[in-house]
């Protein structure tokens, strides 16, 4: 969907990768780019309400981060560090990593 115009947006790196004895392996690798409007677009208003906001948000970073490497609908398992969320889909040796950009 078209995001509203003035809207600032973050920018993440998504890399979809083998693994080999559960670590990534890059043996191939499928890269893309996903820009998600800020937390103010999914009802954070500065307030309590961060958490509620950022999991709404983490949700569709997740949603189009899997739909931009073929991964629609593949569950899995989700880590979070820092400024780096990497996703394990069950019985697959793969790993996604999603990645925000400081631009």
Known sequence: PPEPRGTTMDIY?????????GE????WVKR???????????GYDGGT???????IYNR???RRAKAAVGLT???????????TIDFRPHRAAMVMFVTWRDE
């Open 73 to 83: 609908g593949v569950r899995g398992s989700k880590s979070e560090y820092g400024d």
């Open 60 to 62: 569709e970073l997740m």
């Open 24 to 27: 990534a392996n890059y043996c």
């Open 49 to 55: 309400n961060y958490r509620a906001a950022r999991k």
């Open 32 to 42: 893309a780019k996903v820009s998600m409007p800020e937390m103010t677009h999914y």
């Open 13 to 21: 790196d998504v890399e979809l990768t083998d693994t080999y004895g």
